[in-house]
């Protein structure tokens, strides 16, 4: 039987340096990921108030995903269990999802300003990685 793979997204709350001039969001420190930790890419996605960028699956790579600005929902989806998880994250409740591969997910933006979003990757991405569908191929009621 297939263990649900959904089990295993993390929820972390990075820390949050107070400041006047602005806060200082941390994202993440070496000794969270591990000594076998592979630097792999950094990017930024935007999207915008209630556009869908779905259905993405990763091999091999495991995300780290923070919302700097706006907020966003995160949809995953385990074909095994035919289950979903679905968590918001935003500038308000600060946060940085752990999604291991081998998960469907795909992201909505719930801010009416535009969200900006965060990923840090353990392997550059690869067209040879990553397996898409379109929004309507797997069913959910975004």
């Not at 972390?12 to 930790?37: A, D």
């Not at 907020?71 to 935003?90: A, L, R, T």
């Amino acid at each position: 039987m297939a263990k649900n793979l959904l089990n295993q997204i993390k929820v972390l709350q990075p820390k949050i340096i107070k400041s006047k001039e602005g806060n200082v969001m941390r994202f993440l420190q070496k000794k969270e990921v591990g000594k076998n930790w592979k630097f792999g890419e950094a990017y930024f996605s935007k999207i915008k108030f209630k556009k869908i960028k779905a259905w993405k699956f990763h091999k091999k790579i495991t995300l780290n995903l923070a919302v700097l600005v706006g907020k966003v929902k995160f949809v995953f989806y385990s074909p095994y269990k035919n289950s979903y998880k679905i968590i918001s994250i935003g500038e308000k409740n600060y946060s940085r999802l752990v999604v291991p591969p081998k998960i469907w997910f795909g992201f909505q933006g719930i801010d009416k300003k535009e969200s900006i979003i965060i990923s840090l990757t353990n392997f550059p991405h690869s067209k040879k990685e990553i397996l898409r569908c379109k929004k309507n191929e797997i069913k959910f009621n975004w």
